[in-house]
């Protein structure tokens, strides 16, 4: 790795601790330009570390006021429009640069002064978004905040463990230090929470990395259909989160949608903020949100959140939405090409972000909600708490809370939805071509059976840690996985060319809470997308076969630092494309039931000549295109009811408990649960 790559990695580590501190285990030394320390040059510069000389920018946080209003210390919240806008300042000053000496420099040189999770925030922004730097990786967030990820409790094990070992023979003592983090003892809850059972998966490091990341990601205001794909990426969410709920015989999730009554679903989260005492906020069961004014935000008021609701009510009863300027901007999604289309108006106002037409009149109803439950236990300030992990898109995912919240926010796209012309057929249906039957196999199973299970992802989390040590510090995190498996798609092709198609995967529980089949209608919000690809039909028949591993919706493992230290990409390698926004491999599936749970498969296929040219990105991220929203057309997925005419169901059903050992090294490995898909193909007429 050459200086300037591993000055701009050694950014990302030990965020809270100032640049002066060497880095790297001591081989490498940032030195501020008129700052030198005399006695660390010495002390390191003999022994083979590299000096990286960060230029004095006297003017530089002149420039940057709105970065300097927002404390070190504080979770950054990018759901408050003050905290965004700083997001936004700082990544225009970290775009600028056209090499990556400058980008190091410039970076290296604000960064004491700037907000942790800021700093970390825009740095991560300008690699993944700049042509200039395509093939530079950012470490996983994970290690490079473990404290966001892994409780306190569980990263005191390591501290103990790294004091107890400072008092026996350093001699003698092991390489590394690993400490497991098992979802069956978790601390964030107990049995008399009902929510409880939904812990593994909403604390799941993968599903909260990758919510941060798409957030990343999409603070990109030159995204294609920003607004819809805000909207299309928490549906899927949600219709994840749902699946999840009912594989532990839990109701579908309700809206938080009255917000003068007592909140039930408490949360205390147990994640400190920056690896010290400082801790993110506890939430206990019944809290009532209140007006409030807190975390140095603007003030926040409820019935400010139920005017703006009105507001958006009252827009898609019209039709339009009133611009800033006075103007009526129609919201309809039946546009001519190039011009914005409804969905997209409508998102861009309710996340909000830079693309809202009037904030002023429509407010920032979305991040209000997150702010409001992150402050309900210290809505004046009195105590100077800290934002609850709602607040903070790296942590919102653990509390049963965000999706209550994100079920309001859907609830507002549908209605919206609603209010557009259905599709017509001729939109939906590609006479050409026939689905005949879906199938799954996974391995030596029976057709059309899947399993789940429990596995260990270890992370390595010294980088991210404060306390000093040699040793890489390791923690082993069980999470939820599932075993491989094939699609089988049979298809027939009736002309008599090849044809290019794009290939839809969708999958949604059968039955509802009372394990009564669902109707189209009752289980339409629960579809969520399993695979998206483009491939060619020969004339007649043909047999897809498509692995789950190769999901586009989904990523791999990120790179991690150790990777990127050893083994950094170089240009064109495609791993050096990813972006890390796709949705973890790991949950594709969920957990299912130990006594079996019907799911239900659904093939669409589609003519690629009208889904082509819609590919649009900074990089050429293979994968996650769903997120990413790159493949168009149908990708939206919210008007099932007119597909149901020319597309086939397949049930699918989630049992228990196998081992497998095959795909950890722990012995302890279990498969629990397992999914069964029925080799039953239904056709909807
Ligand atoms: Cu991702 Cu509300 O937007 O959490």
Known sequence: MDDDQKGLLYLFERPFEPLKIPRAGGTILFQQEGEEDEDLATLFGSSGTTMMNVPSRPNILSKLPKCMGIPRGVPLSTFDPDHRAATKELTDLLMDPVALPQLTSHAASIKDNMNEALFIYALSFAIISNPAFDSRLVPSIVEVFPSKFIPQETIQLAMDEVKSIQFKNPENVPEEIVVPHNVDIEPTGSSQNPEFPLAYWREDY???????HWHLVFSNNDRDRKGEIFSYMHNQMMARYDWERLSNSLDRVVSLNKWREPIPEGYFPKLTIDNSSRHYGNRPDNMIPQVFQVFALRPNYVDDMERFT???SDAFQKGYMIHENGENVPISDNVAPGEQRGIDIVGN????????????????????GHVMVAGIHDPFGHHRGDQGVIGDPATACRDPAFYRWHKFVDD???EYKMQQVPYEDKELVFEAVEVESVAVKSGTLEENVLETGWDIRTIEASRGLDFFTQRPIKFELQHLTHRPFAYNIQVTNNQTDPVDVT???????????????MTFMDQRLLWA???????????????????????SITIAEEMTFRDLEENPPEAGDPKADYCGCGWPQHLLIPKGKAEGMDFQILALISDWEEDKGQIQGVRNCLMATASRGSLGLTSTGYKFMKISSSKQLNPILINPSIRNNSSSNRNDTIFKEMVTVKSLVELIK
Request: no cysteine; aromatic share 12%; proline share 6%.
């Open 503 to 517: 290939v839809r995967l969708y999958m949604a529980p059968k039955v509802n809470e009372a394990g009564e089949p």
């Open 529 to 551: 997308e399993m695979d998206k690809y483009q491939t060619t039909l020969q004339p007649g028949s043909n047999t897809l076969e498509r692995l789950s591993t190769d999901s």
């Open 349 to 368: 106002a309710f996340e909000p972000n830079e693309g809202s037409v009037n904030i002023g009149f429509y407010g920032w109803l979305h991040g209000m």
């Open 412 to 414: 507002v796209f549908q």
């Open 206 to 212: 993968g599903l909260n990395s990758h919510h941060w």
């Open 310 to 312: 009105e507001r958006f």
